[in-house]
Structures are given as structure tokens and as C-alpha cells.
């Protein structure tokens, strides 16, 4: 321990601990920080209690409490211990406690005071998870407001610094320089052709040829491992192949890690598990396929899909340097230099792409249901948070205050946040108990967290049975975790008041798996919608498709578990069988009965139908012979205000009105306030179908909607009506292209030496002018121009075409008259 790098620093990292208090360690890997930083606070006078050392991973956490003991020369569990989900090692004795992530919110949301801690070490912080975030910014509040004693310090090789010491309250930043080995780095380049397994199981064949010394490689999840290994055994059947991720048993884990006690060479196979906190014993070998698979919640969808992506620049260093931790180290990339740096600088935090119903549970439970009266590094999106807590109101575990802005937590929502996993889960967990199958219930959330627990297959029922069957040291420590999980449930709902569970509804059959997970994921119950079995839709309105081959698929309905993919087209990876008759009987409190309107484009009406409903899916459906008639306008007003008054049949009379409105500039019949007040001046016309209003209704609805200055305004701005010398009258038009016009026999406007005009500022009248017959003649915007021009073509036509009208040379001097040329003398003589 004398050896590592970080001792050079430890007096300065020690002192800033002393006061104020806070710090942030980099240092690179290898420095020794995991291992020596934690024992070396044992020894300082504030440090009474017990220092909690938060570590990534289980096998990280495991790994380094099993290291630190070692150096010590105990037994984990004595002065250095550690405690993850699935295994611990502490006692009575235990100084340094070794905890994931996840574990440290726990105990902070149960103990806001952290009695007897005194120091919390936040490891690999760069890695931005979810729960490193969140517990880093419950203890920062912690530290403000109840334990100013306690000791904080955030660890990394490749963390801002600057940003995290800001956070803790300008606290100071110690650097270690670490070992220098030197790292030599290969460009293998792409190879789109080949799959990424094989890709990988060739460049590992290279490195065990060329190169000394044991391998590590670097692939993006558990399938690809599996397959690179089989293709391993062939090529290189003398190797030693040995996997290294969060499914593996301990015991497998613990040989991956440590070099092979007869000394033959290992090639490791490793997810991103291996990229921090670990010390690989011998390795100087690294193949880095250069992917990384990280959960992103798609909040569409509802579901949480693993995603692959190219590794972040940093992923890659932290990568590479697994080669030359204990000495020189080559490290081989399976891209090209060029390409490096367009690859993204970091991974995105967690806190951005997870789902965040647990974080806003856990602020609710702690007393701070708004983040920004934390501190965070990046603070959690407004999407995303709009998202889980309607998920959690779903649930039963949040009421929306009467304020309409914030939340409160229910007496439910308390019992599942203090249960060790998801919401979702610990509803199911919770439901199960209050039914008498708490056992079972969280069993089913074990397999749900645990990929591979029971071997694999989308059937949650028939991995259950072949985990009944399975005596291994994992199978056996996760019953035992699922039967801890149940006495804890079973306690809450003894316990507790007011739970809102659900209820036995008879019989002692038990209850089916498929409720089982219906009360913890009421969106994912799901019914099939073809043949096959491939495509299926979800109760929450998503589609999802599942392989035809599944024993999943000739199920009418099933309750999906997990799901992979888009929101269109999510891939069913796990479910459960739910028979008819079981939805019905345990399910009828979500089944609703309701009238539901649709609109008939083909007959332009209002469909009104009866339908029983589970969400989005539909059980039966009928025609509802008397739909309520305040529904129906209520439809109709909606469909109205989003398509535009376009689609109501208003009627000549209307649209006149309306245009003439428009010209005259009336607000009140302007298209955006009369969408704003549908209900006022429609809604009482309207009926089943659009085309049955009368249109005179609507003309006279229209108008009453004006005051009497609008109406003023309107008969002098736009009028109605264009009022000819001879009397005659003529409604304007005021939809024509041309612009607002009259048709008018040319004789009517004898003695009209001015354009009419209308509006203000005046604007000319179209005047469409006709024959005797009411044939065109000629438009003009200038009836003076006309007289003077035209006219005299229009006079020399006329006069053949009728002889007993006047034509005069001077039109402009005439009086007006419809009458033939000796009818108008008459009357003048008379």
C-alpha cells in the first residue's frame, strides 16, 4: 500500500477533510484512491464513526472491500466490509462499509442524519449515474442542514473538478499524479462487413499471438460475450476464456478478476463493468470493440430500452488504461485514429436519459418533491419529470396538491419508496402481499432486475420454474433477497393505514402471474392483433411486437415485463400469460364503461358508441342509441376549434356576412374570436351532423354576436348593398377574386359622371357592367374612364343588339332609367 501513487497527496486530501470539510480527488487509474483513501480516514479524530465508500457496481464494490481487507490482512466483513444486493460482509467491527449506489440512497432516505457515518466517498463519480447523483445531492443537503460534521469527497480519473468542488460549496480539488506506464495503442479500423463478435473474436486471436501478457476485452452486453466466447473455444481452444459482467457468480467474477492460480493466460470478456474501480491482475492487453449499451427511458413508450452507441472518448481512456495499470500495455481499437475524435467527449449523464420515477419518489419521501431545492451537477429534465409523475400518480403513490403545481405523496407511495426497487415493482411487491402472495410477487420483481435469472426466454412463468430448479450460489442468494423483500412488504401492509391495494375477489386459487404484474404495470397489459402473435397493443396505447415463435404468442392477452425498441414498435423481451377470464375477474375495477364519439367522414355526422374499455384497448363495442346531447356539441366544438370554421356549412347569407365583417375590420367576427367562443354563439345550433344547421341560424347567430357601433361600423364601411341612380339595388359581393363587386345594367348608371367607392380610406366598386339581357359588357374601377373609352365600342355593339334601348354619345348626362328608349321618353312627357 506504501507504493500507490495516492499516498503522495493523502496529507494534503486529509487536511482538506479535516476543514472545511469537503473535497474532490482525481486521480487516474491505478493511483490507489478505491483502496487506500477509505483506511486512511480510520485514523483521524472526527472519523468515529463509519465511512461509507459508494462504489458503481456490486462486483466494484465486492472487489474493493475483498482488496482493502486483504492489505489490512483480514477477512472482509472484520474492519473493511461491503453490502450489495445480492451479498454481504459486515459486522459489528466493520469501519469501512463498501455500498452501490442504489444502496446509499436507501439508507440516506431511511436515516437523513447518517448516524454513525462520518465520512461518504462517492467513487467513479464521472460515471454520472442516477443514483451517484441523486445521493450526492442528498448528502450535500444532509451536510447543510443536519450533519455539518460529515465528511464528503468525490473520486474520479476524469471528472470536471472544478464543477463538482463548486457543488460541494468551493471545496478544494487534489490531484495525483498516478503511475506512468507506458500505452501503446493500436487502430485496427472498422469493419462494417463483419458482425461485432466476429470483429472481436479475430483481433483477440491477433493479441494472443502478438502479445504477451493476459487480455481484456471490452464488448457491449451479455449476448455478445456469449458469442465471442463460443468463437474463442474454437479458434483458440487452449485459452483461457473467462466472461466478466453483473450476471456472472461471484465466484466466476472473482477468477476474471484475479490472475489464474496455475498461471496460465486469461482472455476476459467483459461488459463496461471492467472500465473503472477494477483492478484486473495481469492484464496488458486491452481489445476495445468500442461500443457502449447504456438504458434510455423513452418516455413514449413507457419503457426503458438498452441502447447501443459508439463509447465516449473517455469510456475508450478509461479503457486503454486497464493495459497499463501494472506495467506497459497495449491496448487494440476496432476503429480508426481519424474517427476518434469525432466520438463524444463523455457518456451522458444518467439523470438525462433514465427514467425518473424513482428519483421523484425518493425527493418526495425526502421532503423536497422540487429539484431545484437541490444540488445538482445537471438537474433532471422537465419532461422526464412530467412523465414519472404521472407514472406515479398512476400508481397510487402521488396526488396532485390543490394547487395544482406540486405533489404530495400518499401513504401507498410512502410504502413503495421504501422498498429497494423500482415503483412499478414495489406496487406489484405491495399488491402481491395484501393478496397473500407477496412471496411470489417479488420474486417476479427479481426476475425483472435480474437479466438472465432463470436462463432466458420471453415466458416470466417459465423462468420462475427453471429458478426454482436452479441450486447455484446466485439462484440461491437471490431467494433469499425475494423472500427478505416479501417479509418486508407483508410488514407494510399489516402495518399501514389506508393502502389503497388491491383486494381479494374470491376463491383459493391463488392469483395468476399475469395480475401479478398487471398491478404493478396496468399499461403493459396487452392483447394480441394478429394472427401470429407478433403484433400487439398495450392498455397504455402502444404497440409492441414479440417474436412469433415466443410461448408467448398464441396468448390473447399477456402483461409485458420489459420491452426493447422504439415507441411504435417496442420488442417484448419478457411477459406473462393472462387469461380472459382473469382480466375480467381481477381486473374489472380498470375495465370502464363508457360512451365514445367518433366522427363518420362519410356521412358527416356524429358516431356515437358504447364501449367497455381496458386504457386503449377495447373489450366489446356497440351503438349507443341515446348519447348525451351536451357531449355530442361538446365533440363537435373540439373537432370545430382544431379544423377551423372551414368545415361548418355557414351558408351563402353567412359567408357574405362574414366577408363584409372582415372589410369592415369588426373583430368580433374575425375567425381566431369566434373559435374562442364556439360554445357561446354555435353551440346551441348545433346538432348530430354539421350539414343540419339552418343556415338562416347562423346568419342571425353571426349578427347578434355584433354591437351596435360593430353594425354601424360595418353599413358604413362595408355595406350590403350598392344603391344604383335608378334605384335599383344590388348586394355586393365581397367574396368575387376581383374584390368586392356588383352586377348592374350599364342603363342604371346614366348620369354617374364618379366611381362609386366604398370603405375608409375609399376604395373602388367593381362594377360588373350588363347588357339589357343581364349579359357581361365590361368590369371597370373607373366608370368616368369608361364613358369617355370604351363606351363607344359598347355602344356601337348595343345598338344592333337592342334598338329599343337608349345608347346615348354622353351617357354621364342622362338620367338613369331601366326602361326602352320610348317608354323613358313617355314618362318624361308626362
Given amino acids: 500500500m506504501s507504493a500507490l501513487p495516492i499516498h503522495a497527496v493523502l496529507p494534503d486530501?486529509?487536511?482538506?477533510?479535516?476543514?472545511?470539510?469537503?473535497?474532490?480527488?482525481?486521480?487516474?487509474?491505478?493511483?490507489?484512491?478505491?483502496?487506500?483513501?477509505?483506511?486512511?480516514?480510520?485514523?483521524?479524530?472526527?472519523?468515529?464513526?463509519?465511512?461509507?465508500?459508494?462504489?458503481?457496481r456490486r462486483v466494484a464494490a465486492r472487489a474493493a472491500a475483498e482488496r482493502m481487507a486483504e492489505a489490512l490482512g483480514e477477512k472482509t466483513g472484520e474492519t473493511i466490509g461491503y453490502l450489495t444486493r445480492l451479498d454481504s460482509r459486515r459486522s459489528a467491527k466493520t469501519r469501512v462499509l463498501v455500498v452501490t449506489e442504489a444502496i446509499f440512497v436507501a439508507t440516506i432516505l431511511d436515516d437523513p442524519e447518517l448516524a454513525g457515518v462520518s465520512a461518504v466517498l462517492f467513487d467513479e463519480a464521472h460515471e454520472r449515474h442516477l443514483d451517484s447523483d441523486l445521493g450526492l445531492a442528498l448528502a450535500i443537503e444532509c451536510r447543510d442542514v443536519l450533519r455539518p460534521d460529515l465528511r464528503l469527497l468525490v473520486m474520479s480519473a476524469t471528472i470536471d473538478g472544478a464543477r463538482f468542488a463548486k457543488l460541494l460549496g468551493g471545496s478544494p480539488v487534489i490531484e495525483s499524479e498516478g503511475r506512468a506506464h507506458p500505452l501503446t495503442i493500436?487502430?485496427?479500423?472498422?469493419?462494417?462487413?463483419?458482425?461485432?463478435?466476429?470483429?472481436?473474436?479475430?483481433?483477440?486471436?491477433?493479441?494472443?499471438?502478438?502479445?504477451?501478457?493476459?487480455?481484456?476485452?471490452?464488448?457491449?452486453?451479455?449476448?455478445?460475450?456469449?458469442?465471442?466466447?463460443?468463437?474463442?473455444?474454437?479458434?483458440?481452444?487452449?485459452?483461457?476464456?473467462?466472461?466478466l459482467h453483473g450476471q456472472c457468480e461471484p465466484q466466476a467474477q472473482r477468477a476474471a478478476i484475479r490472475r489464474d492460480a496455475e498461471g496460465r493466460r486469461r482472455i476476459v470478456l467483459a461488459t463496461s463493468i471492467a472500465e473503472?474501480?477494477?483492478?484486473?491482475?495481469?492484464?496488458?492487453?486491452?481489445?476495445?470493440?468500442?461500443?457502449?449499451?447504456?438504458?434510455?427511458?423513452?418516455?413514449?413508450?413507457?419503457?426503458?430500452?438498452?441502447?447501443?452507441?459508439?463509447a465516449s472518448r473517455a469510456a475508450a481512456a478509461q479503457r486503454a488504461g486497464r493495459a497499463a495499470r501494472q506495467g506497459p500495455g497495449v491496448a487494440y481499437r476496432l476503429w480508426e485514429e481519424a474517427a476518434h475524435p469525432g466520438r463524444p467527449e463523455f457518456e451522458p449523464p444518467e439523470i438525462e436519459t433514465s427514467d425518473l420515477a424513482p428519483l421523484t419518489l425518493a425527493l418526495e419521501q425526502w421532503g423536497s418533491g422540487d429539484p431545484a431545492n437541490l444540488a445538482w451537477l445537471d438537474p433532471p429534465p422537465a419532461p422526464s419529470l412530467a412523465a414519472a409523475r404521472s407514472k406515479l400518480e398512476a400508481l397510487g403513490a402521488l396526488n396532485p396538491r390543490a394547487d395544482g403545481e406540486s405533489w404530495q405523496i400518499t401513504v401507498l407511495g410512502k410504502a413503495i419508496a421504501s422498498l429497494p426497487m423500482d415503483p412499478s415493482q414495489a406496487a406489484m411487491v405491495l399488491h402481491g402481499a395484501a393478496l397473500g402472495e407477496g412471496q411470489m410477487a417479488a420474486r417476479l420483481a427479481l426476475l425483472l432486475q435480474e437479466r438472465g435469472l432463470g436462463g432466458r426466454g420471453e415466458d416470466l412463468a417459465n423462468r420462475l420454474g427453471r429458478w426454482d430448479s436452479d441450486r447455484s450460489a446466485r439462484a440461491d442468494a437471490s431467494r433469499k433477497l425475494a423472500a427478505s423483500w416479501a417479509r418486508r412488504a407483508q410488514k407494510l401492509v399489516d402495518t399501514a393505514e389506508d393502502l389503497a391495494?388491491?383486494?381479494?375477489?374470491?376463491?383459493?386459487?391463488?392469483?395468476?402471474?399475469?395480475?401479478?404484474?398487471?398491478?404493478?404495470?396496468?399499461?403493459?397489459?396487452?392483447?394480441?392483433?394478429?394472427?401470429?402473435?407478433?403484433?400487439?397493443?398495450?392498455?397504455?396505447?402502444?404497440?409492441?411486437?414479440?417474436?412469433?415463435?415466443?410461448?408467448?404468442?398464441?396468448?390473447?392477452?399477456?402483461?409485458?415485463?420489459?420491452?426493447?425498441?422504439?415507441?411504435?414498435?417496442?420488442?417484448?423481451?419478457?411477459?406473462?400469460?393472462?387469461?380472459?377470464?382473469?382480466?375480467?375477474?381481477?381486473?374489472?375495477?380498470?375495465?370502464?364503461?363508457?360512451?365514445?364519439l367518433r366522427w363518420n367522414e362519410d356521412e358527416s355526422r356524429v358516431e356515437a358508441r358504447l364501449e367497455r374499455r381496458l386504457g386503449a384497448i377495447t373489450l366489446a363495442s356497440g351503438p349507443d342509441p341515446a348519447p348525451q346531447p351536451e357531449e355530442i356539441r361538446a365533440f363537435l366544438l373540439e373537432r370545430i376549434s382544431a379544423k377551423g370554421?372551414?368545415?361548418?356549412?355557414?351558408?351563402?347569407?353567412?359567408?357574405?356576412?362574414?366577408?363584409?365583417?372582415?372589410?369592415?375590420?369588426?373583430?368580433?367576427?374575425?375567425?381566431?374570436?369566434?373559435?374562442?367562443?364556439?360554445?357561446?354563439?354555435?353551440?346551441?345550433?348545433?346538432?348530430?351532423?354539421?350539414?343540419?344547421?339552418?343556415?338562416?341560424?347562423?346568419?342571425?347567430?353571426?349578427?347578434?354576436?355584433?354591437?351596435?357601433?360593430?353594425?354601424?361600423?360595418?353599413?358604413r364601411l362595408a355595406p350590403a348593398e350598392f344603391t344604383s341612380p335608378a334605384g335599383t339595388r344590388h348586394a355586393i359581393d365581397y367574396e368575387d377574386e376581383g374584390g368586392p363587386s356588383v352586377e348592374v345594367r350599364v342603363q342604371a348608371l346614366f348620369g354617374l359622371d364618379g366611381h362609386p367607392t366604398f370603405g375608409s380610406p375609399p376604395q373602388p366598386l367593381l362594377l360588373k357592367l350588363t347588357s339589357p339581357a343581364g349579359r357581361p359588357l365590361q368590369s371597370t374601377r373607373d366608370l368616368p374612364g369608361f364613358w369617355r373609352g370604351s363606351w363607344?365600342?359598347?355602344?356601337?355593339?348595343?345598338k344592333g343588339r337592342y334598338p329599343r334601348h337608349r345608347w346615348p354619345d354622353e351617357p354621364w348626362r342622362e338620367d338613369p332609367s331601366l326602361k326602352t328608349r320610348n317608354a323613358f321618353e313617355a314618362s318624361k312627357r308626362t
Fill in 501 to 596: 391495494l388491491a383486494q381479494p375477489v374470491g376463491g383459493s386459487d391463488g392469483v395468476p402471474l399475469g395480475i401479478l404484474l398487471a398491478l404493478g404495470y396496468p399499461d403493459m397489459v396487452a392483447r394480441r392483433r394478429d394472427a401470429k402473435g407478433e403484433a400487439w397493443l398495450s392498455a397504455g396505447g402502444r404497440g409492441y411486437v414479440l417474436d412469433p415463435a415466443s410461448p408467448l404468442a398464441s396468448s390473447e392477452w399477456i402483461v409485458i415485463g420489459d420491452a426493447q425498441g422504439q415507441a411504435r414498435g417496442a420488442r417484448i423481451l419478457s411477459g406473462a400469460v393472462l387469461a380472459s377470464a382473469d382480466l375480467e375477474r381481477w381486473l374489472a375495477y380498470r375495465i370502464e364503461r363508457r360512451s365514445v
Fill in 276 to 310: 473503472t474501480s477494477l483492478t484486473l491482475e495481469g492484464v496488458s492487453v486491452v481489445v476495445d470493440a468500442g461500443l457502449a449499451r447504456r438504458a434510455e427511458f423513452d418516455r413514449a413508450a413507457g419503457v426503458t430500452r438498452l441502447a447501443t452507441h459508439r
Fill in 645 to 715: 370554421l372551414a368545415i361548418v356549412p355557414l351558408g351563402k347569407a353567412a359567408h357574405a356576412f362574414l366577408k363584409r365583417a372582415r372589410f369592415a375590420g369588426v373583430g368580433a367576427l374575425e375567425e381566431a374570436a369566434l373559435l374562442a367562443d364556439l360554445d357561446e354563439w354555435l353551440g346551441p345550433l348545433l346538432g348530430r351532423k354539421l350539414d343540419g344547421i339552418e343556415p338562416g341560424a347562423l346568419h342571425d347567430a353571426l349578427r347578434g354576436r355584433l354591437t351596435w357601433d360593430d353594425q354601424q361600423r360595418m353599413e
Fill in 186 to 243: 493500436r487502430w485496427l479500423g472498422a469493419a462494417p462487413e463483419k458482425r461485432t463478435e466476429d470483429a472481436t473474436a479475430s483481433a483477440i486471436s491477433t493479441a494472443w499471438r502478438e502479445e504477451t501478457g493476459d487480455i481484456l476485452a471490452f464488448l457491449p452486453g451479455v449476448a455478445e460475450i456469449s458469442r465471442v466466447e463460443a468463437l474463442l473455444r474454437e479458434r483458440l481452444p487452449a485459452a483461457l476464456v473467462l466472461p
Fill in 13 to 56: 486530501l486529509l487536511a482538506a477533510l479535516d476543514e472545511p470539510g469537503a473535497a474532490v480527488l482525481i486521480a487516474p487509474p491505478g493511483a490507489g484512491k478505491t483502496t487506500a483513501v477509505a483506511p486512511a480516514l480510520l485514523e483521524r479524530a472526527w472519523c468515529e464513526g463509519t465511512v461509507i465508500l459508494l462504489s458503481p
Fill in 792 to 798: 363607344r365600342d359598347v355602344q356601337r355593339d348595343m
